[in-house]
């Protein structure tokens, strides 16, 4: 049988719509305030949930043993436990749902002969990225669980972070499997394009810095940020030194999350003005239309989750398209490469 055949691209492909499952689930766990719910960690039995009312209890009264009910959740009821548990209590499945069908597909391909020796090596960091992101959710978690009752945003920031990352990566191999001929471009128009990329990838990880610290709760106004502000005096005061109010101040982070975006879709434009003076096949001429198309749809859908102070809707659609533009990045950036 063909080795790296149509099999082989479809399980890689599911695996990138599974990662995609995971992410919004991820985003509506975030929002739900749904993280913290489950305070232990067991990798086979965590799979089953409680399946009784006495089971029910004893997850409860493990709860109660923490920072987050003992600091903000202690008039939940059992009933309001149970709806945050689901969310934290799915994520976590889908997780492990994701390894078993990244493992057992890989092992049957090998044993079939029906991976090429790059596209075993390229499996294996796979299997290695995600086992990585489930240590990174039981780090996340664990954070939350000491002295405040929220989760680190840095480790947020990275669990985030490693899913995109992994998601890319994943469909990465898929299309060096779909496209197995590249063509030669312009090597400073791919450049321009990886520095895109560069950039998205920084902006998602602050768009997490943003999520874990809820900074999109405050300066719900634009193009200011209030009265007429373009930087609000909290930005730089918040925080000492200067430059934590970069990475941890909340007006500082959203101040970041926000003119990053207008540098953004600056560069998404010029790559897609730039693309017109160089000659281009119709997949890659699609590519960067779609590319421009979405980075707009964020943008807009950037400016109302920030007006409505981050409802839920809002949150997950800017999170689903966030993992869209990504999706669209790395495709334009496999077909302008070598």
């Not at 049957?108 to 090596?121: A, G």
């Not at 810095?209 to 930087?231: K, T, Y």
């Amino acid at each position: 049988m063909k080795k790296d055949n149509k099999k082989v691209i479809y399980w890689l492909l599911t695996g990138c719509l599974l990662i995609f499952i995971m992410v919004v689930i991820g985003g509506i766990t975030r929002l739900t305030h749904s993280g913290l719910s489950i305070s232990n960690y067991k990798l086979i039995s965590g799979t089953i949930p409680p399946m009784n009312e006495t089971e029910w209890n004893d997850a409860f009264e493990l709860y109660k043993q923490y920072p987050e009910y003992q600091k903000i959740n202690n008039q939940f009821t059992l009933e309001d436990f149970k709806d945050i548990y689901f969310w934290e209590w799915l994520h976590r499945v889908i997780g492990r749902f994701i390894g078993v069908v990244f493992i057992i597909p890989f092992l049957y391909f090998l044993i079939r002969k029906q991976l090429t020796k790059p596209t075993i090596r390229k499996s294996i960091i796979l299997m290695l990225l995600g086992g990585f992101q489930g240590f990174l959710g039981w780090f996340m978690v664990k954070s939350g669980l000491i002295d405040r009752p929220d989760v680190s945003h840095y480790r947020l920031a990275m669990h985030l972070t490693a899913a995109f990352i992994t998601f890319a990566y994943t469909f990465w191999v898929a299309l060096d499997l779909i496209y197995p001929t590249k063509k030669v471009i312009n090597v400073k128009f791919r450049n321009l394009i990886r520095l895109t990329l560069s950039v998205l990838l920084l902006q998602i990880i602050y768009g997490a810095f943003v999520a874990g610290l809820d900074a999109g709760l405050l300066h719900n106004h634009w193009p200011f940020m209030n009265d007429g502000q373009l930087i609000h005096e909290s930005v730089y005061i918040e925080q000492t030194p200067v430059i934590k109010n970069f990475i941890e101040g909340k007006s500082g982070v959203q101040f970041i999350h926000r003119y990053l975006a207008y540098i953004v879709v600056g560069l998404i434009v010029f790559v897609w003005y730039r693309s017109k003076q160089i000659e281009k096949n119709n997949t890659q001429t699609n590519s960067l239309h779609v590319l421009l198309i979405i980075v707009c749809i964020q943008f807009v859908l950037g400016i109302f989750t920030l007006l409505y102070r981050v409802p839920i809707t809002l949150g997950i659609l800017h999170q689903i398209t966030a993992f869209f533009l990504l999706g669209a990045m790395t495709f334009s950036l496999h077909r302008f490469s070598k």
